[in-house]
């Protein structure tokens, strides 16, 4: 029996909706023209006049921001309030430059807690659940952002931020908490921590997760699952909008239902910025239709994906969005080819291999290079030289296969590469420190 | 006839980390008996007779080391030229395949002895004993 938090809004009718939309989007076209000088002017030189946008149709014709955007309106730039009549900044972890800061008003927070609170109850939360929030507190959305969601829901909220995560394992087990919040990576390490402790799910009362804030795999779900003996659902957000919560799976765990109430989603061409068609693979761009403090329109995410409107079976009628290939930020080159993290992840799963790895890729001789360096499993190991190279030698074909590209496959120590409780890093690019 | 118990460790092939595996030996005062090691470019396998293989693999699995126990054949031979190849003979006549051998310090100056990694012990061990080659026990190299 699939339960909603706001049944009319996850339910309505297709017609409902785009009217909805209509009628908001119009009214924040109004609000950002006539407080947002830096907007105003990127519209002024796109000739464009709020009168233009009278629905969801005309959307293609407002500029698009990017991040580039937000940095030069760094700080307040984009602020469409009074500071007065915000309570809240988070701010992104900044680690592709600038932080980029974003203001919320009381109205902002609340639609953003009603938002996580759509994700927590189809996740199967309700007032019996103990919800344990294990991803950061702080400037980061995340922690404050599931919070939030969870009091709003209201679930028995353990606000234990990430780390120490033997004392997380303990909590679990003494307070009986059933809905581990945290990043996908966190929640594997914390599986793993859970077996060390010679405990296995039997021990522990988890029958959820809620995962997201960093790109992970289906065969990085299915080895969470496992080893929590839970299911596992992915969120989607990111600060520019609000947090997690724009994007959120139900039962069916096909793709995140879109709170298209609040943020319309439209899938574009990253060269070109042509809208293209549902069910395109293309760059995601949301359009904030009810925040006030910081309202974007059409801004772009950089993550690239699919929308699809197909009949789900858990009876929402939110379009959904597939689980982003990556974002195009986390996309390497490497001699001429696009590669994702998550595809190696998808291999060395499948292999049997944990899903800590660190991926180096430099360039000698004007040639790049791949190196992946993997934790060995101890399962496998052989007393024999020429047993483990072949295991090597067997990785990197299975990621030649998927790749089309030779890597380099270096087999180190079990738990050997550090734990991520927050945002993994997977990847060192030191072809950069060459330009 | 009982074969003796070879440890293999997994140790990465970077500055300090067999230092590492020998200093956990060393606390918990395991004796090393018979030691080798096969290297390549990224990891190389340790492989140890120890005194006490039991609390070994104990303390090194609990450090998170990966770990493999292998039956393995040990034998002690007269220290003169061509007794090695002799055993070889035997082996090969018998159709014993070697995947390895190192060897160690014996119980006299007047002996050495090696540790054979073979594909097949049983055979090795009727073959090595028709032949008269000495074996040696788990306890015999503890006791060394």
Redesign the interface.
């Known amino acids: 029996m699939e339960r909603y938090w706001n049944e009319e809004i996850e339910c309505a009718s297709r017609e409902d909706m785009k009217k909805l939309q209509d009628e908001r989007l119009v009214a924040q076209v109004k609000h950002v023209y006539e407080n947002v000088k830096y907007y105003r002017d990127l519209m002024d030189e796109k000739g464009v006049k709020p009168e233009d946008i009278k629905s969801t149709e005309d959307l293609h014709k407002l500029p698009f921001l990017s991040k580039a955007d937000l940095r030069e309106a760094y700080p307040y730039g984009l602020l469409a309030k009074p500071l007065s009549d915000c309570v809240r900044i988070h701010a992104t972890s900044g680690t592709t430059g600038k932080r980029v800061v974003a203001f919320y008003t009381q109205n902002d927070v609340d639609m953003w807690e009603d938002c996580v609170a759509r994700a927590i109850t189809a996740a199967g939360g309700t007032e019996d659940d103990v919800v344990q929030v294990a991803y950061g507190y702080g400037l980061f959305t995340g922690g404050m952002g599931i919070h939030g969601g969870s009091h709003k829901r209201g679930c028995l909220t353990l606000p234990m931020s990430s780390g120490n995560t033997e004392r997380q394992i303990q909590f679990m087990r003494d307070l009986g908490a059933t809905i581990l919040c945290c990043t996908p990576s966190y929640a594997a390490y914390i599986g793993e921590t859970l077996h060390d402790m010679g405990l296995t799910p039997d021990d522990i009362q988890l029958k959820a997760g809620i995962f997201g804030a960093e790109p992970w795999t289906e065969e990085m779900r299915r080895s969470i699952e496992k080893s929590l003996g839970i299911k596992a659902f992915d969120i989607y957000g990111l600060t520019e909008s609000s947090g997690p919560g724009v994007a959120f799976e139900c039962s069916e765990q096909t793709g995140m239902h879109i709170n298209e109430d609040n943020f319309i989603p439209e899938i574009i061409d990253p060269e070109t910025g042509e809208v293209l068609p549902e069910g395109e693979v293309g760059e995601l761009v949301f359009t904030s239709i009810t925040k006030e403090a910081f309202p974007l329109l059409r801004y772009r995410t950089r993550d690239l994906c699919v929308l699809s409107r197909k009949k789900c079976s858990c009876g929402r009628t939110l379009i959904k969005m597939a689980k982003p290939m990556g974002r195009s930020d986390d996309m390497m080159i490497i001699r001429g080819v696009n590669v994702f993290p998550s595809q190696i992840e998808t291999v060395l799963i499948e292999q049997g291999y944990s899903p800590n790895y660190l991926i180096e890729v430099d360039r000698v001789n004007n040639t790049d290079t791949l190196d992946i360096s993997v934790e060995?499993n101890?399962d496998q190991?052989?007393?024999?030289?020429k047993d483990?190279?072949k295991q090597?030698r067997d990785l990197a074909e299975a990621i030649k296969a998927m790749l089309g590209i030779n890597p380099k496959v270096?087999?180190?120590?079990?738990?050997?590469i550090t734990r991520s409780e927050g945002k993994a890093v997977r990847v060192i690019d030191k072809r950069n420190l060459h330009d | 006839m009982s074969n003796v118990r070879?440890i293999?460790v997994?140790?990465?092939n970077k500055p300090g980390?067999l230092a590492e595996a020998m200093k956990l030996l060393k606390s918990s005062k395991i004796n090393i008996r018979a030691l080798a090691l096969?290297d390549?470019k990224?990891?190389g396998?340790l492989?140890i007779i120890v005194n006490d293989t039991e609390k070994t693999v104990d303390i090194l699995k609990d450090a998170?080391?990966?770990?493999?126990v292998?039956e393995v054949v040990a034998i002690s031979i007269p220290d003169s030229a061509g007794q090695l190849s002799r055993v070889l003979d035997i082996l090969g006549e018998n159709g014993v395949n070697l995947?390895?051998l190192y060897a160690f310090i014996g119980k006299s100056d007047r002996s050495v002895s090696f540790v054979l990694?073979v594909d097949d012990n049983n055979s090795a061990a009727d073959a090595l004993t028709d032949a008269g080659i000495i074996q040696l026990t788990e306890n015999d190299i503890a006791e060394m």
């Open positions: 060995m101890p190991f052989s007393d024999k030289v483990m190279q090597e270096h087999l180190v120590s079990p738990k050997s | 070879q293999s997994f140790v990465e980390k096969a390549t990224d990891f396998i492989r998170s080391y990966a770990v493999t292998t995947e390895y990694r």
